[in-house]
């Protein structure tokens, strides 16, 4: 018990203000659970047994004692304060937007989910800030993360079972503020994926003359279709420098909205992709990434266009710097060079 609560004849006492009144669970019938109640059987399950708001029943006894609870309580919560629940769903209500829902509170804790597939925005600023007030907790996923419908972007919760309206308002403050600051969007979002006609030119000789199967094709089109987008046109190119630029050119002049180059990305002197989307006449942002997988990648823009050479992991790694930029890319972002600096922190995913 903290230095906060006193109990005296059955009664806790918080701040003088909120009070629990403490009941046997023989003589609780009729009475309404000031918290939810879990049972937790190891292995098997974890969950609310009995909801905030409950009224006991005699046939409820056994159900309690079985949790080892002997005693509930009875809650009068002071005039400055709120309950574990109430404060959860006012942070999660204050803090959600775009393409987001909510959940009901469970013993003190409100999901905030995705309704779409899309790119998570998160201001980390936001969630340390939170943080610091103490009592109350903000998790959430990384920003520029990959969410399906249904899939959990953060969790507000309570620590104690009563919260300090003022940490409460403070969160309220701080996405208020947020949203003044940029345009009325929120802190936590959901950016929608938009859908790509992209250009694809594999280039090697090997794969031009028909001396091997193509494996980079299959792979991107995976890739794309995975998040809605799709390639339009598939064209080959061998290991020569003015051909590649040609097909570059004739991607750009039908219009595609990305143009992406697999093959001959590495340092080999017969590698010829780099320096034909060069000579394409694109502006490169950055040939190298400091992320492995994918650290050969280029990536650029044609015209205003996306382009990207794409390095041989992408055919076999789940995951490279491909699968980094590619979903900003669709949610609308433009990659500068301190999008690609910032990709070496964590990106450490193998060799």
């Given at each position: 018990?903290?230095?906060?609560?006193?109990?005296?004849?059955?009664?806790?006492?918080r701040?003088?203000?909120?009070?629990?009144?403490?009941?046997?669970?023989?003589?609780?019938?009729?009475?309404?659970?000031?918290?939810?109640?879990?049972?937790?059987?190891?292995?098997?399950?974890?969950?609310?047994?009995?909801?905030?708001?409950?009224?006991?029943?005699?046939?409820?006894?056994?159900?309690?004692?079985?949790?080892?609870?002997?005693?509930?309580?009875?809650?009068?919560?002071?005039?400055?304060?709120?309950?574990?629940?109430?404060?959860?769903?006012?942070?999660?209500?204050?803090?959600?937007?775009?393409?987001?829902?909510?959940?009901?509170?469970?013993?003190?804790?409100?999901?905030?989910?995705?309704?779409?597939?899309?790119?998570?925005?998160?201001?980390?600023?936001?969630?340390?800030?939170?943080?610091?007030?103490?009592?109350?907790?903000?998790?959430?996923?990384?920003?520029?993360?990959?969410?399906?419908?249904?899939?959990?972007?953060?969790a507000?919760?309570?620590?104690?079972?009563?919260?300090?309206?003022?940490?409460?308002?403070?969160?309220?403050?701080?996405?208020?503020?947020?949203?003044?600051?940029?345009?009325?969007?929120?802190?936590?979002?959901?950016?929608?994926?938009?859908?790509?006609?992209?250009?694809?030119?594999?280039?090697?000789?090997?794969?031009?003359?028909?001396?091997?199967?193509?494996?980079?094709?299959p792979?991107?089109?995976?890739?794309?279709?995975?998040?809605?987008?799709e390639?339009?046109?598939?064209?080959?190119?061998?290991?020569?420098?003015?051909?590649?630029?040609?097909?570059?050119?004739?991607?750009?002049?039908?219009?595609?909205?990305?143009?992406?180059?697999?093959?001959g990305?590495?340092?080999?002197?017969?590698?010829?992709?780099?320096?034909?989307?060069?000579?394409?006449?694109?502006?490169?942002?950055?040939?190298?990434?400091?992320?492995?997988?994918?650290?050969?990648?280029?990536i650029?823009?044609?015209?205003?266009?996306?382009?990207?050479?794409?390095?041989?992991?992408?055919?076999h790694?789940?995951?490279?710097?491909f699968?980094?930029?590619?979903?900003?890319?669709?949610?609308?972002?433009?990659?500068?060079?301190?999008?690609?600096?910032?990709?070496?922190?964590?990106?450490?995913?193998?060799?």
């Open positions: 018990m903290s230095g906060h609560e006193q109990r005296v004849e059955g009664t806790i006492t701040q003088g203000t909120t009070v629990l009144k403490e009941v046997s669970v023989y003589d609780a019938v009729g009475m309404r659970l000031a918290h939810d109640l879990t049972r937790i059987i190891p292995g098997q399950f974890k969950g609310r047994l009995f909801k905030r708001g409950h009224v006991v029943t005699e046939a409820d006894i056994p159900s309690l004692l079985d949790i080892g609870k002997e005693h509930i309580y009875i809650m009068e919560l002071g005039e400055n304060e709120l309950h574990e629940d109430d404060a959860a769903l006012r942070m999660a209500e204050a803090l959600h937007g775009e393409n987001l829902q909510i959940s009901e509170p469970h013993e003190g804790k409100v999901s905030i989910k995705s309704t779409i597939s899309g790119l998570a925005t998160v201001d980390k600023a936001i969630v340390d800030a939170i943080n610091e007030l103490g009592d109350i907790a903000l998790a959430t996923i990384k920003t520029n993360s990959v969410v399906k419908p249904g899939g959990q972007l953060a507000t919760r309570a620590i104690p079972l009563v919260v300090a309206k003022s940490k409460v308002e403070a969160v309220l403050r701080l996405a208020a503020e947020y949203r003044s600051a940029n345009n009325g969007t929120s802190p936590i979002r959901v950016r929608p994926f938009r859908k790509l006609r992209v250009g694809l030119l594999t280039t090697g000789s090997e794969v031009f003359n028909g001396r091997i199967e193509d494996k980079f094709g792979a991107v089109r995976s890739k794309l279709e995975s998040i809605g987008s390639v339009a046109e598939h064209r080959f190119a061998p290991d020569d420098r003015q051909t590649i630029v040609k097909e570059i050119h004739y991607l750009r002049d039908k219009r595609y909205d990305m143009i992406l180059v697999t093959g990305m590495s340092v080999d002197p017969d590698d010829r992709t780099p320096g034909a989307i060069k000579a394409s006449g694109a502006d490169i942002v950055s040939y190298g990434t400091p992320m492995l997988p994918g650290s050969m990648l280029l650029g823009y044609l015209d205003g266009v996306p382009i990207m050479g794409l390095p041989g992991c992408v055919m790694d789940p995951y490279t710097s699968d980094v930029l590619l979903p900003r890319i669709l949610a609308g972002d433009t990659i500068v060079r301190e999008d690609i600096v910032s990709m070496g922190y964590g990106g450490l995913y193998g060799c």
